[in-house]
């Protein structure tokens, strides 16, 4: 089967999976907040834009959320009205082409077969499924950032300062949606010396990115100037998101470590979590290592800390990948051309949660590099131990 025809499978089986979920098993006139509350706060965002009233919550201006998801159901709501299957059927779009960049990626990095099993598996995976049926920014940053891995991988193919500017574009758009790779650049600089084996093309590529990624985020941070008279990149919400996921609560709570807690009566979280980290490393090293090492184990777990109903479906699907995923890293290391892109996306986000707080949520753009290396695996054991011959290469699919 060509390789068109392949994508038009993955992308028709993958958004019928999405549909079904939704008109199924969620409802498609159920945007879900009781399950998520700051979808309705994503939603009272969105009618604002589209009443002319600006960027705000009951007509005050708001910088506590990011704007990009905001923006996004705006665009949905100004062409159909606030229509909660409207924005459901679209993320479900989106899932389904995030499915079809994992396949193409895996194609280019590994081999066609590993791409065609991991768009498969992107297909049917819970994870990917489940929040294209709320009003949640994880599937809208999920597609974002499957288009920008795919013009890292173009780019390692072939330097090209087109390619370098188009993931510097969506790195942006990224960003703005949830500000978890504001600081990824530093790793791409270190990616780009690594892929490329030169210093100046490395910090060309990346400044050409960084360039790119400010189209988006500086006309947002000159807007929260004007509204609040201090220097608000993405969001307000950084020193609070902070301080919830450290704190001296938190640290003594064996339910809550590595999460996230907002303790009560702070009226200045910036300060409260430098007295706190400063306090931890002089008196106290151990036992901020110990947080550190519950906020990985929550990042990476398998059973999560919801309900019964989620830890079986956990461990029925990301808990049968993760071996496989380790393995198929260990057999990436022994190719000839490393995906270090892989490595440093996954190093990205556990470097956020060492930050920040362990979550599943957080893990989710993760959970594409999960399958692809998953898939790695499944096929080199498709090989050995079956009758197929060797799959064809890379350059078969493009």
Known sequence: MSLNRVIVAVFAGALLVRILFNVYLVGMDNPGFALFPDGEEYDALARSLTAGTGFAVDQAPNTFRPPGYPFFLA???????????????????????????????????????????????????????????????????????????????????????RWAAVAGFILGLMTVTRPMTLLLPALLLVWAWIEFG??????????????????????????????????????????????????????????????????????????????????????????LLRLEGHKLKRFWSVLPKTSERDRIISACSYGLLLPLFLVGMYLSLRSPQKPWILFAWILNFCLVTLVTHGSTRFRLPVEPVVILFASLTLERLWVKFGSAPAGPGVSDAR
């Open 198 to 287: 030169d210093r100046r093309r490395a910090v060309m590529i990346v400044g050409v990115m960084v360039v790119m990624m400010l189209v988006p985020i500086a006309p947002w941070a000159v807007r929260n100037y004007a509204v609040t008279n201090a220097f608000i990149p993405i969001s307000s919400h950084l020193w609070a998101g902070l301080y919830a996921g450290n704190n001296p609560v938190i640290l003594r709570d064996p339910e809550a470590i590595g999460g996230s807690i907002q303790p009560e009566g702070v009226e200045d979280y910036r300060a409260a979590y430098l007295s706190f980290m400063s306090h931890t490393l002089r008196h106290e090293p151990l036992e």
């Open 75 to 161: 665009a949905i709501y100004g062409l159909v009205g606030p229509s909660y299957p409207a924005v459901k059927f679209v993320q479900s779009v989106l899932g389904a082409l995030t499915c079809v960049f994992v396949l193409l990626i895996g194609a280019r990095l590994f081999s066609y077969r590993v791409g065609v099993i991991a768009a498969s598996i992107a297909a049917v995976y819970p994870f990917l499924v489940v929040y294209t049926g709320f009003l949640l920014s994880e599937t809208l940053f999920v597609f974002l950032s499957s288009i920008f891995l795919y013009a890292l991988v173009r780019l390692r193919e072939h330097y090209s300062v």
